[in-house]
């Protein structure tokens, strides 16, 4: 069964606005296209939002992504596990040692044998650094340790190796994803977000779905949401079954979105509906 998606046919145009936080960090919200990317310009959720939504990023005090920053940093250096070390022992000071790092993730783990986001590091770290438990998908600490982590990159923009190891495997298979009807409603990533981008949704104004805000902070939600949540959110919302957190289809599609958001700052904690 096909079911028509239930968009309203006015087309509106993303705001012509630009993201400064603190009236100091330049935030990339417009960016040429890589090469073989269906749009010429990759444009950040954030031009997608209202007034009030976008205000909220550009101050870090008005931010409510901004607490799980500060929580992060306690995760940080708190020691845990057997060998009775926190990330700050081995790492040090993130804002050096983690600067620009969130911005080149998804990336090659050689002895994994596939692509490792900034979760799946974590929890190596945990597991073979630490003597401790990996995080449980969407644990608090590990939200706020992803969101730490990637703040530090903020304004940097995104860029990824798709020459090390497998990468581009992942990536078409990512993409093949990414162009797959699924569910009763038999819709694609790229039905919503390349077909119907611009176009409204019940209350939704949709964007490209670029990942470079996440972790990003939902309004609708009060609550911080990992990217895949994100994705999962995205794929029920077709009314199909939605694969596993870090399973290899949604490491794929982090592989493949993170490449068609190439070019816009990190924007982690970003704040939508
Ligand atoms: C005993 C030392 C040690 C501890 C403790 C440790 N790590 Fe690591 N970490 C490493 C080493 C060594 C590497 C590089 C090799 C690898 O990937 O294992 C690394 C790599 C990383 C990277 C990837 C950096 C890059 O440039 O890609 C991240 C992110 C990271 N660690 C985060 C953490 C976090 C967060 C914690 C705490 C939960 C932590 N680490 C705890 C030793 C440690
Ligand atoms: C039924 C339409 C629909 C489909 C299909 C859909 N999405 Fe979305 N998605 C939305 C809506 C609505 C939003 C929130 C508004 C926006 O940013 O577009 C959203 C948001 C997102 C965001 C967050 C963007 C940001 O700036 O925070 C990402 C990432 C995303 N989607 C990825 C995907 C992926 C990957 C798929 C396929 C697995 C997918 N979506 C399928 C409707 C859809």
């Known amino acids: 069964m096909t079911v028509a998606l239930a968009v309203s046919v006015a087309q509106s145009e993303p705001v012509d606005d ?7 960090i330049e935030i990339t919200t417009r960016a040429k296209a890589p090469e073989g990317h269906p749009f010429e310009e990759v444009l950040s959720g954030w031009l997608y939002r209202t007034d009030e939504t976008r205000a909220l990023e550009a101050d870090t005090f008005d931010n409510p992504g901004m607490l799980y920053v500060e929580a992060g940093e306690d995760v ?28 080149h993730y998804p990336k090659w783990n050689e002895a994994a044998g596939k692509p490792f986001n900034i979760e799946l590091q974590i929890n190596a770290c945990r597991e073979n650094n630490m003597g401790a438990e990996p995080y449980k998908f969407d644990a ?5 340790l992803t969101t730490f982590i990637k703040h530090q990159s903020l304004g940097t923009p995104i860029e990824i190796d798709l020459g090390a190891g497998d990468m581009q495997a992942w990536w078409e298979r990512g993409k093949e994803r990414y162009y797959t009807r699924t569910g009763q409603l038999n819709l694609a990533c790229a039905t919503c977000h390349e077909d119907h981008n611009g176009q409204y949704i019940r209350a939704d104004h949709l964007s490209q779905g670029n990942v470079n805000g996440f972790p990003t902070y939902r309004l609708k ?8 949540n994100r994705f999962r959110g995205c794929i029920r919302d077709t009314r199909a079954e939605f694969p596993a957190a870090f399973s290899d289809d949604l ?10 958001g190439e070019g816009l700052s990190v924007e982690t904690p970003a704040v939508r509906q």
Request: aromatic content about 6%; proline content about 2%; glycine content about 8%.
């Open 18 to 24: 630009a993201l400064v936080i603190d009236g100091e």
């Open 76 to 103: 940080w250096n708190r020691v845990e596990g057997t060998a009775g070390k926190s990330c700050a022992a081995c790492h040090g000071d993130a804002s050096e040692s983690m600067k620009d790092v969130g911005a």
């Open 140 to 144: 608090p600490d590990q939200k706020a």
């Open 221 to 228: 939600q009060a609550d911080m949401v990992s990217l895949h």
């Open 251 to 260: 490491m794929a599609l982090e592989v493949y979105t993170t490449w068609r």
